[in-house]
């Protein structure tokens, strides 16, 4: 008896990409950046039959401008991501938490796409790209491209709608040039730290005043979640005590809610008082994420 | 000998021994060593808390191309030997064995399996079939105090250390009491290098060696030789490069098994560990319970104290009787006290092993101790500096445990330093002014502490070098060095070139392979540069008479005529006259017939304290919790540093150590399953650059006289006063009496929650 | 599967599984032991080398990512027996307590001032935030940083 034998794949072509899909089992694995795969592969010690490594489809590492959408490559990095201009300016959001992605090695090689299909609750990039209404263009196995949304990709319980053979080429965002945004992570340090509450927000100024708020709320439950009713409790003072509180305290209910109906009990925490520590702490994040608004 | 004010090397900064070959990467660590037909060993861990060994089925593994054996219970000698042991004299609980069928913790070896390569060993411990028969857990002190808790080790869970008792606590009166209870959770030493060990069975000559970055080479020779009943001379240990240590590499813990197998398959067998198992089967950092009462007149002065610790062992008591047993002994090294009471406990549980910690116990004694006091202060309203004013010892006052004076210590120097540079009355009211905030809240903290500078008087502390004149002038030096990293080995051949009045790049000093070096208990205690520093200077000055005779004879003049200067020795009135040290050792080869070299024995007599105090200040978002270090100080009387530039990294590792244990670092193990939560670095949120704040350093140099050039120690105490100034820093800041650390955001908003 | 890559200057042309990790690679393959596995999840930052001029896990790499790049390990900064910039001033400011992140630490700077010659402490901070260092409050580290940019510069000019 020896190791298992494995496949490993790296195409270079669309075409070649496209047989690679063909011959994934449940067993394969996609690799882009491997910054999560390599940690899961250790952990878990699965067999992997076939590893199909993306790093040379050049269709995944651009980012362009198309008819007022923005397409990011899947295998665009997080340090590409978080420096180039186009997401600077128009999706700021993204850029921030980009570059808050774990260290600058991992951001040097973790990918836009695979932090997505890794579908993480805690992950920083999903928030965002529901924040600016993204879209996801899926390749697959057929050869075929197709754009789905938000909805159509993520399941009700936060992992990916896609098959084995199926793969995340892009997303595309939506240009909205009167739009800002921010993105604001709570952690257990300011560096290098998983999100225990992740807030993305978006928001139109005109003059003084405060329209179209958006906002996303990650790490809080199995996906990002959507605070629809933002705009109704900042009213035109976001930046009022009584406004910060009020959100605050909405969003703490929210999160206690999703605790009591928890059927899964969290893994790490043992005491009481990290159980309810989330629902307790949104106030500062609440508070860091709206003082954006001011610039 | 050179005056201060002509010293090249003492206090001047050069760069730690072996830089070169560490920034280019050459440097090889024990998990660097390759080697032809070198074998790998890996090991299986339990899924149980507790239990026994039902059926262990190794067949699969063994059939696994490219495996060499499989390790078990069942074909492995069941002698039983203990990590901490050092020497073979002492009385320790020998409790530990290759493998075992009585499992103690989840995560405790099971199996081990070596064979070709990692991967190959790590692929068959996967096919390795193990069936459990579980036993009851106690997996938190509390269950296992309970009178019925399941017996982990046939001798009970419970092993109670001697008491100590000074004057009579319970008798004595003053006007106020005081009590408090101090939690302190588990944290790993987080070595950058995880352990590693390999031997080598040498088949041409029957001998075991072995290389480990380790603290006591002397001591694992002697577990090992014992072990395995071969003379000590045949079992050579030799100290590879250490990549950090903090207490986790002083025990003997990965060498039985890379020996055993080395026998066995007669090869060179390598086993380096990974995170998981640094954090889950080498030690931790133990979590402890300590009670302090006090009883203290209205004016400040401390008349009595008591103080009852619980440690929790893990599975294995291994030192941690004796470790319990040690802190009560450092009550003795900081306060004037007249009446003292100390009880100890070390309760094993099934959760992996805790064991010794860089201050081996001094960290948890002033956590608990200056907690107590800072509430002490806050309660009678008195300055906190000002209460340890009141109370701490004088130099050369008695450590009333050890019964010896604490030397050249001042701690008053510390606390007064301190307290001008850190501005403490400005920032006082600073914090006072800040904190009309809603969100943040500002506070400062501080501690005073103290450590040792050797093993004595709680043993003979003996060192002893050889050193060697080389014929071209050049020296090598023999000294049982174990250097952590943290610049020991460059104090030592700074000592040498400053006696010798020579190049340094002259000068050559390895560290402890026991088929060469002279005896040494092992580098703790901070006894290095204290103790084989003084050894190092005095056999360098020994060899320096000699070399004087030497030169006498060959310049054909009385001795006390020559003058020596930067390794030449001439004639007073006729400096044409000279001798250098090359001609000295040719004289003494050619002429006299004998070789140039002396050996020295010191033995301390003294244990110096050294003082230390931390200042912090705090600041606390009372939204998310998040308490960060704003500024800090610390403050060592050191004596005379040698490496200066080196002796205030430590205390920046010191400072991130201490930040972790009041605030962030914190091995969770589940109450019910025994499972180690926090396996690796994710989760285990330690201060990294980002984080890390500003700090600054004040050494005390008043020269300790027995000292090596005046020196102590810093290697450990630089960490022991920084919790206890932390966690007093967030009290003052939110007006709370927290005791526990680390003071986690979540911990800090449940605080405020109970505020209000 | 077979690769082509530049090593520390020099062509490679190999044949080794793409799936290897690219830590194992280089120490056990390649005998370059100057990179290290502190922790195996892209934590503690020790395993950093450089690829096509960016710092990297190589823990978290596997060979066949390195296919017509340009990899550097600590191996390949000496050049004609002339340290780096970098590696002088690790020596000078008295940054090398144990060694052990050293190598991780060096690399994640070349790679900063690669990108960034003069980064400001803010920037030098955030780009070492995943190396760790257990010996040092990193003052030591930041400051061997700072200077060699200074000198990089200055040699430049």
């Given at each position: 008896m020896s190791v298992e034998h494995v496949n490993y794949l790296q195409p270079k072509t669309l075409q070649e990409l496209q047989k690679g899909l063909k011959s994934l089992?449940?067993?394969?694995?996609?690799?882009?950046?491997?910054?999560?795969?390599?940690?899961?592969?250790?952990?878990?010690?699965?067999?992997?039959?076939?590893?199909?490594?993306?790093?040379?489809?050049?269709?995944?590492?651009?980012?362009?401008?198309?008819?007022?959408?923005?397409?990011?490559?899947?295998?665009?990095?997080?340090?590409?991501?978080?420096?180039?201009?186009?997401?600077?300016?128009?999706?700021?959001?993204?850029?921030?938490?980009?570059?808050?992605?774990?260290?600058?090695?991992?951001?040097?090689?973790?990918?836009?796409?695979?932090?997505?299909m890794n579908a993480n609750p805690a992950g920083d990039v999903l928030p965002c790209i529901m924040l600016f209404n993204g879209e996801f263009e899926i390749f697959n196995s057929e050869g075929s491209l197709r754009r789905i949304s938000v909805n159509e990709f993520l399941s009700e319980s936060g992992k990916t709608t896609l098959n084995k053979n199926e793969l995340l080429m892009a997303i595309w965002l939506p240009i909205k040039p009167d739009k800002k945004s921010c993105f604001v992570k709570l952690g257990s340090r300011t560096e290098v730290t998983i999100a225990q509450i992740s807030f993305c927000l978006s928001w139109k100024r005109i003059n003084d005043e405060y329209l179209d708020i958006e906002a996303y709320i990650g790490a809080i439950d199995n996906k990002p979640l959507k605070i629809d009713e933002i705009n109704e409790i900042l009213g035109n003072r976001p930046f009022e005590t009584e406004s910060l509180d009020a959100l605050s305290t909405f969003l703490s209910n929210k999160i206690r809610d999703i605790r009591i109906n928890r059927k899964r009990e969290s893994k790490l925490k043992i005491y009481e008082h990290e159980k309810l520590y989330k629902e307790r702490a949104v106030k500062g994040v609440v508070y860091d994420a709206i003082s954006f608004m001011k610039y | 000998m050179r005056k201060e004010k002509d010293y090249q090397y003492i206090g001047k900064e050069l760069s730690n021994d072996m830089s070169y070959g560490k920034v280019t990467g050459n440097v090889k660590y024990c998990?660097?060593?390759?080697?032809?037909?070198?074998?790998?060993?890996?090991?299986?861990?339990?899924?149980?808390?507790?239990?026994?060994?039902?059926?262990?089925d190794i067949s699969e593994a063994e059939s696994v191309e490219g495996v060499k054996a499989v390790y078990t219970y069942l074909n492995t000698p069941d002698t039983e030997f203990d990590r901490g042991r050092v020497a073979n004299y002492e009385n320790v609980p020998y409790q530990e064995k290759l493998f075992n069928r009585h499992i103690r913790f989840m995560g405790e070896r099971v199996a081990g399996v070596v064979a070709v390569s990692e991967e190959i060993a790590d692929y068959a411990c996967q096919k390795i079939k193990v069936e459990y028969e579980e036993l009851p857990t106690a997996i938190t002190v509390e269950d296992a105090l309970k009178v019925d808790a399941v017996k982990i080790h046939k001798e009970g869970n419970i092993c109670v250390v001697p008491e100590i008792n000074y004057g009579d606590y319970d008798g004595c009166v003053a006007e106020n009491y005081h009590k408090s209870k101090t939690h302190m959770g588990r944290i790993t030493h987080l070595t950058m290098e995880t352990h590693a060990s390999r031997a080598l069975f040498e088949k041409s000559t029957g001998k075991l060696i072995i290389w480990s970055p380790c603290q006591t080479a002397f001591g694992i020779r002697s577990t090992i030789a014992d072990f395995f009943n071969m003379p000590y001379s045949k079992v050579r240990v030799i100290k590879a490069v250490m990549g950090g240590s903090f207490g986790c590499k002083q025990e003997t813990i990965l060498e039985p098994l890379t020996a055993y197998a080395a026998i066995h398959l007669k090869a060179d067998v390598k086993l380096v560990f990974t995170r998981e198992e640094q954090i889950i089967n080498t030690m931790l950092k133990h979590n402890a319970d300590i009670t302090v009462e006090s009883k203290i007149h209205k004016d400040g002065i401390i008349e009595g104290l008591s103080v009852s610790a619980v440690l929790d062992s893990g599975a294995y008591q291994t030192i941690t009787p004796s470790y319990t047993s040690t802190m009560g002994g450092k009550l003795g090294k900081v306060y004037r006290l007249s009446n003292l009471h100390y009880d100890g406990k070390s309760v094993?549980?099934?959760t992996p092993i805790n064991g010794s910690f860089r201050s081996w116990g001094s960290c948890e004694i002033a956590l608990a101790l200056e907690n107590h006091l800072n509430l002490v202060a806050e309660e009678m309203k008195i300055d906190p500096i000002e209460l340890r004013l009141k109370n701490v010892k004088n130099e050369y006052e008695m450590d009333i445990i050890k019964?010896?004076?604490?030397?050249?210590?001042?701690?008053?120097?510390?606390?007064?330093?301190?307290?001008?540079?850190?501005?403490?009355?400005?920032?006082?009211?600073?914090?006072?002014?800040?904190?009309?905030?809603?969100?943040?809240?500002?506070?400062?903290?501080?501690?005073?502490?103290?450590?040792?500078?050797?093993?004595?008087?709680?043993?003979?502390?003996?060192?002893?070098?050889?050193?060697?004149?080389?014929?071209?002038?050049?020296?090598?030096?023999?000294?049982?060095?174990?250097?952590?990293?943290?610049?020991?080995?460059?104090?030592?051949?700074?000592?040498?070139?400053?006696?010798?009045?020579?190049?340094?790049?002259?000068?050559?000093?390895?560290?402890?392979?026991?088929?060469?070096?002279?005896?040494?208990?092992?580098?703790?205690?901070?006894?290095?540069?204290?103790?084989?520093?003084?050894?190092?200077?005095?056999?360098?000055?020994?060899?320096?008479?000699?070399?004087?005779?030497?030169?006498?004879?060959?310049?054909?003049?009385?001795?006390?005529?020559?003058?020596?200067?930067?390794?030449?020795?001439?004639?007073?009135?006729?400096?044409?006259?000279?001798?250098?040290?090359?001609?000295?050792?040719?004289?003494?080869?050619?002429?006299?017939?004998?070789?140039?070299?002396?050996?020295?024995?010191?033995?301390?007599?003294?244990?110096?304290?050294?003082?230390?105090?931390?200042?912090?200040?705090?600041?606390?978002?009372?939204?998310?919790?998040?308490?960060?270090?704003?500024?800090?100080?610390?403050?060592?009387?050191?004596?005379?540093?040698?490496?200066?530039?080196?002796?205030?990294?430590?205390?920046?590792?010191?400072?991130?150590?201490g930040i972790g244990i009041a605030l962030c670092e914190d091995i969770k193990i589940h109450p019910k399953t025994g499972k180690t939560l926090i396996d690796n670095l994710k989760n285990y949120e330690v201060t990294n650059a980002f984080d890390?704040?500003?700090?600054?350093?004040?050494?005390?140099?008043?020269?300790?006289?027995?000292?090596?050039?005046?020196?102590?120690?810093?290697?450990?105490?630089v960490v022991v006063p920084v919790a206890p100034a932390i966690v007093a820093a967030v009290n003052h800041a939110l007006g709370t009496k927290l005791t526990e650390a680390p003071l986690t955001p979540s911990v800090i908003l449940e605080a405020l929650y109970e505020e209000n | 599967m077979k690769l082509?890559?530049?090593?520390?200057?020099?062509?490679?042309?190999?044949?080794?599984?793409?799936?290897?990790?690219?830590?194992?690679?280089?120490?056990?393959?390649?005998?370059?032991?100057?990179?290290?596995?502190?922790?195996?999840?892209?934590?503690?930052?020790?395993?950093?080398?450089?690829?096509?001029?960016?710092?990297?896990?190589?823990?978290?790499t596997v060979v066949g990512q390195l296919e017509g790049g340009e990899l550097i390990t600590i191996e390949g900064l000496e050049k004609n027996g002339e340290l780096d910039a970098i590696q002088k001033s690790f020596i000078k400011k008295s940054a090398i307590q144990c060694g052990f992140c050293t190598s991780g630490m060096v690399m994640t700077a070349k790679a900063l001032l690669f990108s960034n010659p003069h980064p400001t402490d803010e920037e030098i901070k955030k780009a070492i935030s995943g190396n760790l260092c257990r010996c040092s409050g990193y003052k030591e580290i930041k400051e061997s940083i700072k200077d060699a940019a200074y000198n990089s510069n200055k040699e430049e000019s």
């Amino acid at each position: 008896m020896s190791v298992e034998h494995v496949n490993y794949l790296q195409p270079k072509t669309l075409q070649e990409l496209q047989k690679g899909l063909k011959s994934l089992t449940e067993k394969s694995a996609l690799l882009a950046g491997g910054t999560d795969l390599m940690v899961s592969i250790r952990e878990k010690k699965p067999q992997i039959d076939t590893y199909l490594s993306l790093c040379n489809i050049n269709e995944m590492k651009s980012i362009t401008e198309i008819d007022g959408w923005i397409r990011i490559g899947a295998m665009v990095t997080h340090t590409e991501a978080a420096l180039n201009n186009k997401i600077k300016t128009f999706f700021s959001a993204l850029s921030m938490a980009c570059d808050h992605v774990g260290s600058p090695q991992i951001r040097n090689k973790g990918t836009i796409g695979g932090n997505i299909m890794n579908a993480n609750p805690a992950g920083d990039v999903l928030p965002c790209i529901m924040l600016f209404n993204g879209e996801f263009e899926i390749f697959n196995s057929e050869g075929s491209l197709r754009r789905i949304s938000v909805n159509e990709f993520l399941s009700e319980s936060g992992k990916t709608t896609l098959n084995k053979n199926e793969l995340l080429m892009a997303i595309w965002l939506p240009i909205k040039p009167d739009k800002k945004s921010c993105f604001v992570k709570l952690g257990s340090r300011t560096e290098v730290t998983i999100a225990q509450i992740s807030f993305c927000l978006s928001w139109k100024r005109i003059n003084d005043e405060y329209l179209d708020i958006e906002a996303y709320i990650g790490a809080i439950d199995n996906k990002p979640l959507k605070i629809d009713e933002i705009n109704e409790i900042l009213g035109n003072r976001p930046f009022e005590t009584e406004s910060l509180d009020a959100l605050s305290t909405f969003l703490s209910n929210k999160i206690r809610d999703i605790r009591i109906n928890r059927k899964r009990e969290s893994k790490l925490k043992i005491y009481e008082h990290e159980k309810l520590y989330k629902e307790r702490a949104v106030k500062g994040v609440v508070y860091d994420a709206i003082s954006f608004m001011k610039y | 000998m050179r005056k201060e004010k002509d010293y090249q090397y003492i206090g001047k900064e050069l760069s730690n021994d072996m830089s070169y070959g560490k920034v280019t990467g050459n440097v090889k660590y024990c998990g660097d060593m390759q080697s032809i037909g070198m074998l790998h060993m890996k090991l299986k861990p339990s899924t149980i808390a507790h239990g026994y060994i039902k059926n262990i089925d190794i067949s699969e593994a063994e059939s696994v191309e490219g495996v060499k054996a499989v390790y078990t219970y069942l074909n492995t000698p069941d002698t039983e030997f203990d990590r901490g042991r050092v020497a073979n004299y002492e009385n320790v609980p020998y409790q530990e064995k290759l493998f075992n069928r009585h499992i103690r913790f989840m995560g405790e070896r099971v199996a081990g399996v070596v064979a070709v390569s990692e991967e190959i060993a790590d692929y068959a411990c996967q096919k390795i079939k193990v069936e459990y028969e579980e036993l009851p857990t106690a997996i938190t002190v509390e269950d296992a105090l309970k009178v019925d808790a399941v017996k982990i080790h046939k001798e009970g869970n419970i092993c109670v250390v001697p008491e100590i008792n000074y004057g009579d606590y319970d008798g004595c009166v003053a006007e106020n009491y005081h009590k408090s209870k101090t939690h302190m959770g588990r944290i790993t030493h987080l070595t950058m290098e995880t352990h590693a060990s390999r031997a080598l069975f040498e088949k041409s000559t029957g001998k075991l060696i072995i290389w480990s970055p380790c603290q006591t080479a002397f001591g694992i020779r002697s577990t090992i030789a014992d072990f395995f009943n071969m003379p000590y001379s045949k079992v050579r240990v030799i100290k590879a490069v250490m990549g950090g240590s903090f207490g986790c590499k002083q025990e003997t813990i990965l060498e039985p098994l890379t020996a055993y197998a080395a026998i066995h398959l007669k090869a060179d067998v390598k086993l380096v560990f990974t995170r998981e198992e640094q954090i889950i089967n080498t030690m931790l950092k133990h979590n402890a319970d300590i009670t302090v009462e006090s009883k203290i007149h209205k004016d400040g002065i401390i008349e009595g104290l008591s103080v009852s610790a619980v440690l929790d062992s893990g599975a294995y008591q291994t030192i941690t009787p004796s470790y319990t047993s040690t802190m009560g002994g450092k009550l003795g090294k900081v306060y004037r006290l007249s009446n003292l009471h100390y009880d100890g406990k070390s309760v094993c549980t099934n959760t992996p092993i805790n064991g010794s910690f860089r201050s081996w116990g001094s960290c948890e004694i002033a956590l608990a101790l200056e907690n107590h006091l800072n509430l002490v202060a806050e309660e009678m309203k008195i300055d906190p500096i000002e209460l340890r004013l009141k109370n701490v010892k004088n130099e050369y006052e008695m450590d009333i445990i050890k019964k010896v004076p604490i030397g050249n210590a001042h701690f008053k120097k510390c606390l007064i330093q301190g307290r001008d540079a850190f501005e403490w009355e400005k920032r006082k009211k600073e914090c006072e002014e800040k904190n009309k905030s809603v969100r943040y809240r500002y506070g400062i903290g501080m501690a005073v502490s103290s450590h040792t500078s050797s093993f004595y008087p709680y043993m003979v502390d003996m060192a002893n070098a050889a050193i060697h004149l080389q014929e071209d002038g050049s020296l090598i030096v023999n000294v049982g060095i174990h250097d952590h990293g943290c610049g020991t080995v460059l104090a030592m051949k700074k000592i040498a070139a400053e006696v010798m009045e020579m190049d340094i790049e002259l000068i050559e000093l390895g560290e402890v392979d026991t088929e060469v070096s002279l005896y040494d208990y092992g580098c703790y205690a901070s006894r290095t540069v204290y103790c084989l520093g003084n050894a190092v200077k005095h056999c360098c000055e020994k060899l320096l008479v000699k070399a004087r005779t030497v030169a006498s004879i060959a310049l054909q003049c009385n001795d006390r005529h020559l003058i020596y200067e930067d390794g030449v020795f001439y004639k007073e009135n006729n400096p044409k006259l000279r001798i250098d040290l090359k001609g000295v050792s040719k004289y003494c080869i050619t002429v006299m017939g004998e070789d140039v070299y002396e050996t020295y024995s010191y033995n301390a007599s003294e244990g110096p304290g050294v003082p230390a105090a931390h200042f912090t200040e705090v600041e606390v978002d009372t939204f998310t919790g998040m308490v960060r270090v704003v500024d800090c100080l610390s403050v060592h009387d050191i004596g005379k540093a040698i490496n200066p530039e080196i002796c205030r990294g430590q205390v920046g590792s010191g400072i991130q150590q201490g930040i972790g244990i009041a605030l962030c670092e914190d091995i969770k193990i589940h109450p019910k399953t025994g499972k180690t939560l926090i396996d690796n670095l994710k989760n285990y949120e330690v201060t990294n650059a980002f984080d890390m704040p500003d700090y600054k350093t004040i050494f005390i140099e008043e020269e300790e006289e027995n000292g090596p050039f005046g020196a102590k120690s810093i290697g450990e105490v630089v960490v022991v006063p920084v919790a206890p100034a932390i966690v007093a820093a967030v009290n003052h800041a939110l007006g709370t009496k927290l005791t526990e650390a680390p003071l986690t955001p979540s911990v800090i908003l449940e605080a405020l929650y109970e505020e209000n | 599967m077979k690769l082509n890559f530049i090593l520390n200057g020099e062509n490679m042309n190999i044949d080794v599984p793409g799936e290897r990790r690219l830590l194992d690679f280089i120490r056990e393959d390649l005998h370059l032991t100057g990179t290290k596995e502190g922790c195996s999840v892209g934590e503690c930052g020790a395993c950093t080398v450089i690829l096509n001029n960016k710092a990297i896990h190589s823990c978290m790499t596997v060979v066949g990512q390195l296919e017509g790049g340009e990899l550097i390990t600590i191996e390949g900064l000496e050049k004609n027996g002339e340290l780096d910039a970098i590696q002088k001033s690790f020596i000078k400011k008295s940054a090398i307590q144990c060694g052990f992140c050293t190598s991780g630490m060096v690399m994640t700077a070349k790679a900063l001032l690669f990108s960034n010659p003069h980064p400001t402490d803010e920037e030098i901070k955030k780009a070492i935030s995943g190396n760790l260092c257990r010996c040092s409050g990193y003052k030591e580290i930041k400051e061997s940083i700072k200077d060699a940019a200074y000198n990089s510069n200055k040699e430049e000019s």
